[in-house]
């Protein structure tokens, strides 16, 4: 079994050079509602200090698309009240 596995040396002569740019885009006003709501919620504090890095997941999925976290929300109502 032959695995092929090319090193940052040999790509660097193959490609082009690497660019990177950062775009900035507002929220939507579904998006703000939603992340307003989450941060809200009463038990999002005690939630923070069990499962930090579980809501922010949940949060930079929200800034990325809704459709994201809307099943999952949709899902666990009583975990999101009033969003």
């Not at 660097?12 to 919620?41: G, H, W």
Request: hydrophobic share 40%; charged share 20%.
């Amino acid at each position: 079994q032959f695995i092929l596995r090319r090193t940052a040396v040999i790509n660097e002569k193959y490609l082009p050079a690497k660019v990177e740019q950062t775009v900035f885009c507002r929220m939507t006003p579904l998006q703000m509602d939603v992340y307003r709501q989450i941060l809200s919620n009463s038990g999002f504090a005690d939630a923070c200090k069990a499962q930090a890095l579980a809501i922010i997941t949940t949060l930079k999925k929200l800034t990325n698309h809704p459709d994201l976290v809307y099943n999952y929300i949709r899902e666990r109502p009583q975990d999101y009240p009033g969003v």
